[in-house]
């Protein structure tokens, strides 16, 4: 199993521009999330979904927008990238849905630069 | 208030030492306290996890200390070894929402 996939690994973005930072799982897993890791701040969750065709806001959802059409694709948009964006983001997926959710299975991760 | 503070920031321990990473939470509805172990260039991956049941959970060298009427939790590394040098994050979640640590960067000199 590949389990948590995520792609671009790396991306460079100016200013303004719009991007779909891609992730998928092949776990069969309900949820599935986004987190942000910056120094010194651990990880902040984005957005998350506990099932196809439901989704909702994490700690600091501002500027992205998910959508979650089939249980293993859980795409994250950035809709005008700005420079606070600059981040290392992952994508994590769970069997579990809430509350538990007792194991997140966590991709490699895409670090994004906005110039 | 869902915040968790994490210290040490950083953390330099000789091999065969033991590493001690403290976390503290605010809100006494957190129901489950794992930690994350991230090596560079990975994603975390859960290292050990307990509920506020237990006082203690031991699994190999790593072990979580958890004080209930403190609001505390700590990691406990045993004989620590070059291959646990790596950034652990401890978290505390409700309603299946992780909140995350700051993170603590250990060090493990030969």
């Known amino acids: 199993n590949a389990g948590v996939t995520q792609t671009p690994k790396f991306q460079v973005l100016k200013t303004g521009q719009s991007m779909t930072l891609q992730c998928a799982q092949d776990m069969n897993h309900e949820y599935m999330s986004w987190y942000r890791q910056d120094p010194g701040m651990g990880l902040r969750l984005i957005h998350y979904?506990?099932?196809?065709?439901?989704?909702d806001q994490g700690e600091v959802p501002n500027g992205y927008n998910v959508s979650r059409s089939t249980t293993e694709d859980f795409p994250l948009r950035l809709l005008s990238a700005a420079p606070s964006q600059t981040s290392v983001y992952f994508c994590a997926s769970s069997y579990d849905r809430a509350p538990t959710n007792e194991k997140l299975f966590f991709g490699s991760g895409t670090q994004l630069s906005v110039l | 208030q869902q915040q968790v503070k994490q210290s040490p920031q950083s953390l330099i321990v000789q091999k065969g030492g033991i590493s001690i990473i403290n976390c503290a939470y605010e809100?006494?509805?957190?129901?489950?306290f794992p930690w994350y172990q991230q090596f560079p260039g990975k994603g975390p991956a859960l290292l050990i996890a307990i509920r506020p049941d237990v006082s203690e959970k031991k699994e190999g060298r790593f072990t979580i200390s958890f004080n209930k009427s403190a609001k505390q939790f700590s990691l406990h590394i045993m004989d620590s070894q070059p291959g646990d040098s790596a950034t652990y994050f401890c978290?505390?979640?409700?309603?299946?929402?992780?909140?995350f640590g700051q993170g603590t960067i250990l060090t493990v000199h030969p």
């Open positions: 978290a505390a979640s409700i309603y299946g929402k992780l909140t």
């Open positions: 809100n006494t509805a957190f129901d489950y």
């Open positions: 979904s506990v099932g196809a065709g439901i989704t």
